[in-house]
């Protein structure tokens, strides 16, 4: 068996070798941590602009939030006004109503007297025979209109007049006029409120 010369490495020759190899390996570590620095550079910059994108949409969010609270705000400021401003104006609506049936309730007796028979002619083409509830200051003139007075009538006054099998009625009541007046004028009425 023959061995194989042992080659002669000359310190010297080792020496640059080991040089050249720490040489690489500082090379390869310069080159693995600037590729690590970039890559946390990378890594912060992302995440800074995350955090900017974050900001930038809570900030965006939280004004947003804040102009819906200020429209919800306004829109209720708004609704408790016109509440307020509808509940002023059935109160004078209220008044001006109760005033006007007080103001027929004291008619004089002659004008109550043309207003009865006003109504005893519209409730007879309705109702051409049958029974009457009146005040009883009313009964004889509903009573020469052909009517079977049918007992006393509360309120203002007016006349209910009913037929004689009971199958109609007619209500003519002050206080039903002046209410189906009120509901077909009273837009009008609210317009004029609101000038």
């Not at 429209?71 to 104006?89: D, H, I, P």
């Not at 004291?106 to 025979?129: F, W």
């Not at 009517?147 to 199958?167: H, N």
Request: with cysteine; charged share 30%; hydrophobic share 40%.
């Amino acid at each position: 068996m023959t061995t194989a010369p042992a080659s002669s490495v000359a310190p010297r020759d080792l020496g640059e070798y080991a040089e050249r190899v720490l040489a690489k390996g500082r090379e390869e570590a310069e080159r693995i941590v600037a590729a690590g620095r970039a890559e946390a550079n990378e890594i912060l910059q992302k995440a800074a602009a995350d955090a900017r994108a974050a900001a930038e949409k809570a900030r965006v969010d939280a004004e947003n939030e804040a102009r819906m609270m200020e429209r919800n705000e306004m829109s209720g400021a708004e609704l408790e006004s016109k509440r307020k401003r509808l509940l002023a104006q059935k109160q004078v609506l209220d008044v001006v109503a109760s005033s006007a049936l007080g103001r027929i309730a004291e008619l004089p007796s002659d004008k109550r007297r043309t207003l009865i028979g006003a109504l005893l002619v519209r409730a007879k083409r309705d109702v051409p025979s049958g029974g009457v509830f009146c005040p009883d200051t009313d009964r004889p003139q509903a009573e020469a209109a052909g009517y079977r007075y049918l007992g006393p009538l509360s309120g203002a006054g007016g006349i209910v007049v009913e037929s004689a099998d009971g199958r109609f009625r007619v209500d003519l009541r002050y206080e039903t006029i002046l209410h189906d007046t009120w509901a077909r004028s009273v837009k009008d009425v609210v317009g004029a409120l609101n000038q």
